[in-house]
């Protein structure tokens, strides 16, 4: 039993006979147990999941009906709320919050028999790039323990990656799905927005932010899509999607499809010469697969990152507003104390990153600022929008590496905070603008991955799918050393 | 560049106890500064773009009991009232 | 000159559920905190998810005002820190990126004189905080989050109000209008809720806030007036503030809480997506809106030659007006609309008695045609009324048990005038001499038979017997 199947060929496995729901998950159970005191992806780890194992192959021994996913285990960010579990967005503040109920996403993952292995590690509310703002500890890069794994979802990344799980949920606001997957070389989506319900997705910037499938391979980013996507009556701005299976015609190939090289992203100083070596094989890759690729410019990109910033500061300092530690929380009786006075001594449990936000979070939409930072932030926004959706009357998908530079150490980037925020330059657009994107394991150079971001128009993930796919197919990438 | 007695308000005004957190000052200013860099994107005449929705797609108003009891999930005074801190 | 503006709460208490949850709109049947769910109470993860019939209902109070409707609403975040408030922001309205709000710029008239309605906007209710109750109430505060998230329509005027009668006016016409439209019941506890600015000539603008109903609003605009006329004559500076209304000291005490005022860092809610309000959507509330008072009042009038001054009562009055529609024909109108606003009036003058009355229109058709049929008089019909409102029961039924059938039989009335004049010899002669005297004899015709006599065969019978 190989546990570092695709979900796809686990199904066939399952099908087949080849082992038992229960066999498998004991064995990841078991891999968990071994790597991830290493890696450290998870935050906590179902009990209940060898039962649920056992519960679903008695379904399968009586033929009765099964979800498509055969109680494959899967794990979700920590920033999902799972009924009846503690969820904690790596934050002390809600170190015993339990969740009165399950996500959209999270449900139909369960509706259709996936099994949840657990809770992965991540940034605090999910604000950060590289998982060293968790309060509960770093998570550690499979391909080199001394590196980051990339985040905020990087316990999702690296659940994938070390072949602890499947497949996982990451949450992107701006990269954090796709950053951990480049860093971790595993394929990470995230969707237009509306696709996915965000119900019992603890928000952090809730305009631009998507949940998304993290996986092995591009299909199976497209068989986990197919099930979470879709209009929720829970979810005021989630839209009915027109595609219903994604998998469908996945491999018609992208001969004579239009690309187009977005410089600011793949041409500026920023980009490593790895990064930019393997980039530029990307596009020669492209173009044999006979696509016609073609440098272009957005020429809103270079004040993306500010935008974002000043966007998604503002969301967060009024979306963790309610944690005050008054109707949940952790355990600090505010009995005696003054109002005001006791919520600024339950929020000293945030840690350093969610502090410093909440301060911008203050100040960027403060009246007398409004109009020197948040106004202009969304007017940029609003103006990338149109500049995309003018590129894909041209364009087909829009391409560049998914993140400037390779994996980094613990610590090396973290002093400055503006190189910090840099890191983000290519993820962000998308979030911004609205529009899918994936990041496809491209390369390994010195033993760490680089990938490769498609982005296309919204709602044409089937089209995403098809160019990843044909990329994808031309890798042939190394195991993870783990 | 923003003074640290704005941003020492500003951190009261979120409730974040700036005393503990003079560290983060300079992080915070540096950021700030970053943010600049929108005063050059030219954004002017910019319409801006938002997600639409129509009427007919909104909730229908029904009355449908939540199925479980949220005051179990909340810190409470017997069980019945969420408990506060005082208001002064 | 003195200038008042208002901000008035008005829950939506017609809707079935909050503005954004399915719990109830009407939270006060319940125990404390059972009427919340994850999006009420801000638990993480949940969206709020916008009641259409809430959009609706607001449109129609917007359309009633006069306001001018935007394309497209949208809504916005007000962040502040409360323990009433579930999020620690309230989702709320504002005209930030264009007219946004569900109505702006209305107008409406008051004794010929017109108020303008600056703006509309549909917000959601905070929890309540809870004094009582605790014996460690001086450590803790308990809260309540029941009433969070209850629909309110704000309608903010400009500042033309000149005194506290205008503003007294002005509530009353618009808790009719808002009680007529069907959107709300301004008579339960806390439906409607009020704060105003004041300024005098030459001054600055003083906030109040706290006012807890409509006749205390009156009260503190007089005083917060009377304040500032007393600082401004003793030339003492009047300061920009924001004041509480003090209910137990009937006065407005400078708030202390300063420090954040005007900082609520408002900026766009993006869980909820800007709604189209399409034209075709406002013509099709435009017709099924409820007629208004003053038109209501102006068919009255014409149509059945009803007095203004009764026309005005029964169109202002939603109870009264769907008693008067229900009621009334072609030929009856006139009487109904004399027997409700001189009879029944007095009744039902409380919420509490209208929520308990047993009365139906087809009681007040019956008694009309009863007395003109002269089945009944007049004066018993108050009684009837009375009945009917306690027992439900219908006039024969009422008739049948308590012996009111007028008594208009020649014969019967005869034989007690009779009796009557036997025993007021004096008075009988002195009508002879007097016959405007005779009104004493009705009288005692009148008390003998409980009111169940026929006046005006009583009459003919004394005069007969008089030989006047």
Redesign the interface.
């Known amino acids: 039993m190989d546990l570092r199947l695709s979900a796809l060929n686990y199904v066939t496995s399952i099908k087949n006979g080849d082992f038992t729901v229960e066999e498998f998950i004991e064995k990841t159970l078991e891999r968990i147990k071994d790597v991830d005191e290493k890696v450290h992806a998870f935050l906590q780890v179902s009990d209940t999941a060898l039962e649920n194992a056992n519960k679903i192959d008695r379904r399968i021994k009586s033929n009765d009906k099964i979800g498509k996913f055969y109680g494959m285990p899967i794990s979700v960010k920590d920033n999902?709320?799972v009924e009846g579990t503690i969820?904690t967005?790596a934050s002390k503040v809600?170190e015993n919050?339990?969740?009165?109920?399950t996500?959209t996403a999270v449900s139909r993952l369960e509706f259709d028999d996936a099994i949840i292995i657990g809770k992965t590690n991540l940034d605090e509310f999910a604000m950060g790039l590289s998982t060293e703002f968790s309060a509960y500890g770093p998570s550690r890069n499979p391909w080199n323990t001394d590196f980051v794994p990339g985040g905020s979802s990087g316990g999702s990344a690296v659940s994938v990656s070390a072949n602890e799980c499947i497949a996982s949920l990451g949450s992107d606001t701006g990269g954090s799905i796709r950053n951990p997957a480049s860093f971790c070389s595993v394929v990470g989506l995230k969707p237009t927005?509306?696709l996915v319900s965000?119900?019992?997705?603890?928000?952090y910037a809730?305009?631009i932010e998507q949940i998304g499938p993290m996986t092995r391979t591009v299909e199976d980013s497209a068989f986990l899509l197919n099930s979470i996507s879709g209009v929720d009556?829970?979810?005021?701005?989630t839209v009915e999607k027109s595609h219903h299976d994604y998998l469908q015609n996945i491999d018609a190939g992208i001969s004579g499809k239009t690309i187009g090289i977005v410089s600011e992203m793949t041409n500026s100083d920023g980009v490593s010469t790895e990064v930019m070596n393997a980039t530029n094989n990307s596009i020669k890759t492209f173009e044999k697969l006979g696509a016609n690729c073609e440098e272009m410019s957005l020429g809103?990109v270079?004040?993306a990152?500010?935008?974002y910033?000043?966007i998604t500061s503002?969301?967060a300092?009024?979306n963790l507003?309610?944690y005050?530690n008054?109707?949940?929380?952790y355990d600090f009786d505010?009995?005696?104390?003054?109002?005001?006075s006791?919520?600024?001594?339950a929020?000293?449990k945030?840690g350093?990153e969610v502090?410093?936000r909440?301060?911008?979070?203050?100040?960027?939409?403060?009246?007398g600022y409004?109009g020197?930072?948040?106004l202009?932030?969304?007017?940029?926004?609003?103006?990338l929008?149109?500049e995309i959706n003018n590129a894909f009357k041209k364009f087909d998908f829009l391409i560049s590496p998914t993140v400037p530079i390779q994996p980094f150490k613990f610590g090396e980037k973290i002093e400055?905070?503006?190189s910090f925020?840099l890191i983000d330059f290519n993820t962000v657009t998308a979030n911004l603008t609205g529009k899918p994107a994936i990041s496809v394991p491209y390369e390994n150079s010195n033993g760490l991955p680089i990938g490769i971001q498609i982005m296309a128009n919204s709602f044409e993930e089937n089209k995403l799918f098809q160019a990843a796919y044909a990329l994808e197919k031309t890798v042939d990438l190394p195991e993870v050393p783990l | 560049m923003v003074n640290e007695d704005e941003i020492a308000n500003v951190a009261k005004l979120m409730r974040i106890d700036i005393e503990d957190h003079s560290v983060h000052i300079k992080r915070v200013q540096k950021m700030l500064e970053y943010f600049d860099i929108l005063d050059k994107a030219d954004i002017e005449s910019v319409e801006l773009l938002v997600q639409e929705t129509d009427l007919e797609k909104l909730r229908t108003d029904d009355h449908i009991p939540y199925k479980k009891n949220i005051i179990d999930f909340l810190k409470t005074y017997k069980e019945k009232y969420v408990k506060a801190p005082k208001m002064n | 000159m003195v200038k008042i503006g208002l901000e008035i709460h008005c829950q939506l208490t017609k809707l079935k559920s909050k503005l954004f949850c399915s719990c109830k709109a009407d939270y006060r049947e319940f125990e404390p905190n059972m009427n919340i769910c994850p999006i009420c109470s801000g638990i993480p993860g949940s969206l709020p998810l916008l009641n259409q019939n809430a959009v609706e209902k607001a449109t129609t109070i917007a359309m009633a005002l006069n306001c001018e409707i935007p394309e497209k609403i949208a809504f916005f975040r007000k962040n502040y820190f409360y323990p009433d408030l579930p999020k620690n922001f309230q989702i709320t309205q504002l005209n930030a990126y264009g007219d946004t709000s569900i109505g702006s710029r209305g107008k409406i008239s008051i004794n010929n004189k017109e108020i303008r309605i600056r703006r509309i906007q549909l917000e959601e209710d905070p929890g309540r905080l809870i004094y009582e109750g605790a014996t460690e109430r001086t450590k803790i505060t308990l809260v309540d989050y029941n009433r969070a998230g209850t629909p309110l329509v704000e309608i903010v005027t400009e500042p033309d109000f000149e005194n506290p009668g205008e503003v007294r006016i002005f509530l009353n016409v618009l808790s009719d209008l808002l009680e007529n439209l069907g959107v709300s019941d301004p008579g339960l506890e806390g439906a409607m809720r009020a704060d105003a600015n004041v300024s005098i000539e030459g001054g600055v603008k003083v906030e109040i806030k706290n006012i807890g109903s409509f006749h205390d609003l009156e009260k503190a605009v007089h005083f917060e007036i009377t304040r500032q006329q007393s600082l401004h004559e003793r030339k003492i500076e009047i300061i920009q503030e924001t004041r509480h209304w003090d209910d137990r000291r009937k006065i407005t005490v400078s708030s202390r809480s300063k420090e954040e005022e005007g900082e609520y860092r408002y900026f766009l809610e993006s869980d909820i997506p800007w709604v189209n309000i399409r034209s075709d959507t406002k013509d099709q509330l435009k017709t099924t809106m409820p007629e208004n008072i003053s038109s209501k009042k102006e068919r009255y009038i014409s149509k059945y030659n009803i007095a203004p001054q009764v026309a005005d009562i029964l169109a202002s009055d939603k109870y009264y007006s769907e008693l008067f529609e229900k009621s009334h024909s072609e030929n009856d109108a006139k009487d109904i609309a004399n027997l409700i606003t001189t009879d029944l009036m007095g009744l039902v003058d409380t919420r509490e008695k209208r929520d308990s009355s047993k009365l139906l229109a087809t009681h007040l058709s019956e008694l009309v045609d009863a007395i003109a049929k002269k089945r009944i008089t007049r004066t018993s019909a108050k009684d009837i009324l009375q009945d009917m409102i306690k027992t439900g029961n219908s006039l024969s039924v009422i008739l049948e048990k308590s012996d009111l059938n007028q008594i208009s039989n020649h014969d019967e009335l005869s034989k007690i005038i009779s009796d009557v004049l036997l025993n007021e010899e004096n008075a009988a002669n002195e009508a002879r001499l007097k016959p405007e005297t005779i009104n004493f004899l009705v009288g005692k015709v009148m008390q003998k038979t409980k009111g169940k006599a026929d006046p005006i065969i009583t009459l003919e019978i004394l005069k007969e017997k008089l030989g006047i």
């Open positions: 999902m709320c969820t967005c809600l919050f339990i969740a009165p109920y996500g927005y509306g965000r119900y019992g997705l603890i928000s809730n305009s009556s829970n979810d005021n701005t809103s270079p004040y990152v500010a935008a910033y000043t503002t969301e300092g009024s507003a309610r005050d008054i109707r949940y929380g505010s009995e005696g104390f003054e109002f005001n006791y919520i600024s001594k929020r000293k945030l350093p502090t410093r909440m301060i911008l979070g203050g100040f960027v939409p403060s009246a409004a020197k930072y948040f202009k932030a969304l007017k940029v926004k609003s103006k929008t149109a400055d905070p503006v925020m």
